[in-house]
Structures are given as C-alpha cells and as structure tokens.
T-cell receptor
Framework: SQQGEEDPQALSIQEGENATMNCSYK?????LQWYRQNSGRGLVHLIL?????REKHSGRLRVTLDTSKKSSSLLITASRAADTASYFC??????????FGQGTRLTINP | GAVVSQHPSWVICKSGTSVKIECRSL??????MFWYRQFPKQSLMLMAT?????????EQGVEKDKFLINHASLTLSTLTVTSAHPEDSSFYIC???????????????FGPGTRLTVL
C-alpha cells in the first residue's frame, strides 16, 4: 500500500524563493529518501536521512525528519528554473521495497 | 558511477503482442533490481523484485504470467509484457540496488524509464 503522502501536490513559486515540501508516512522506518523526477524521466536520488537523524543538508537541499510525527520535509533554497520537477519521498528498509509518496510537482517561474 | 540504463526508451505496439524491456547496470553489479510502474501524474508503484539467479517476487495484484521478469546476470534484468493491452500502457522504470561508494549507503539507482503505448 502507498505509505507516503506528500503536500502540497503542486507548488509554483518564483525563481530565487525557497520551496518546502512535506511528506508523511504511516509505519516505522529505517530511513527516508527524497528523489527528483523530471517530466517523463527516471528518478534521481537526492538525499537519504536515517531514522536516528533529525536534519541533513546537501547543497541547497535541507531535509528534516520527525519520527514522532512520522513526517519529513524537503527545503530547496534559492530555487532555480532547473529545479522544476516532481519530488517524491520514499520509505523503506535500506534499499528494499521502497514505498513512494504521491509526489509534489514543483514549478519554478522565471 | 552507478548508472542504470533502460532499452527501449519508448515503444509502441499493437494489442496482443509482447514487449521486452531491458534494464542494465552499466558500471556495477546488482544482485537485486526492481521494476516499477508509473501512470501519468502519479507515483511509482513497485511491481516486482528481481533477484539474480532466482525467481522474481511479485507484489500483490501483479500478474506474474503477464509481466515476466528474468534476471539472468548481475547486470541485466528484463521485463516482458505479454499479450499487451491498452491498459498496460504506462511508464515502466527499473532500479538497481547498490552500495554508494562515497557514503556507503545501500540505495537504489533508477533507470530513465520506458514509455509503453499499446494501441
């Protein structure tokens, strides 16, 4: 069953602004991952955060994890037009049987 | 590193024919590969787990006789959609499990996907 739920489903912002996407899940996890998918393409792995971590950074990306609320957020700072894509969270145990959220479609307007 | 390719990138076929999609890990060996299906503007749904040298494990609701999976080597898994029908039209994505050499993290690397259109 689909575990992750993301909000918003769609987000449109101006270039240079920050974009925040949220993900909630239902069962206990070992880690949570975020992926990006450009239209009609495969997925690109962005970042993995383990269940014992609360925050992680990678370049302009900042991910937080709150296991008590079973939620995670992805923040993209100083957005660029190239950040336009769909973003998915995925939960699983290691690389086994990832369960993906519904995704957030992010549009960066120039 | 950790590049996964899929072939073909798109295919159009007539109803009733079979279509084979290949998934290759180009620079690493993958004992485990995964096949997903994605409908427009929807998320990825895991179809099956492909293990090298053994039978694939299918998710509930996925017909194993319809979606044949063969993982004959450590770098190749194939998905054959048999007797395809228009409702099988979808975006099929594979992934391969590998250890990230930088972080040591066990993760999945995804192929670019194959768009199947059944007329």
């Amino acid at each position: 069953s689909q575990q992750g739920e993301e909000d918003p489903q769609a987000l449109s912002i101006q270039e240079g602004e920050n974009a925040t996407m949220n993900c909630s899940y239902k069962t206990s996890i070992n880690n949570l991952q975020w992926y990006r998918q450009n239209s009609g393409r495969g997925l690109v792995h962005l970042i993995l955060i383990r269940s014992n971590e609360r925050e992680k950074h990678s370049g302009r990306l900042r991910v937080t994890l709150d296991t008590s609320k079973k939620s995670s957020s992805l923040l993209i700072t100083a957005s660029r037009a190239a950040d336009t894509a769909s973003y998915f969270c995925a939960t699983g145990r290691g690389a086994q049987k990832l369960v993906f959220g519904q995704g957030t479609r992010l549009t960066i307007n120039p | 590193g950790a590049v996964v390719s899929q072939h073909p990138s798109w295919v159009i076929c007539k109803s009733g024919t079979s279509v084979k999609i290949e998934c290759r890990s180009l620079d690493f060996q993958a004992t485990t590969m995964f096949w997903y299906r994605q409908f427009p503007k929807q998320s990825l749904m895991l179809m099956a787990t492909s293990n090298e040298g053994s039978k694939a494990t299918y998710e509930q609701g996925v017909e194993k006789d319809k979606f044949l999976i063969n993982h004959a080597s450590l770098t190749l898994s194939t998905l054959t959609v048999t007797s395809a029908h228009p409702e099988d039209s979808s975006f099929y994505i594979c992934s391969a499990r590998a250890i990230n050499p930088t972080s040591g993290t066990d993760t999945q690397y995804f192929g670019p996907g194959t768009r199947l259109t059944v007329l």
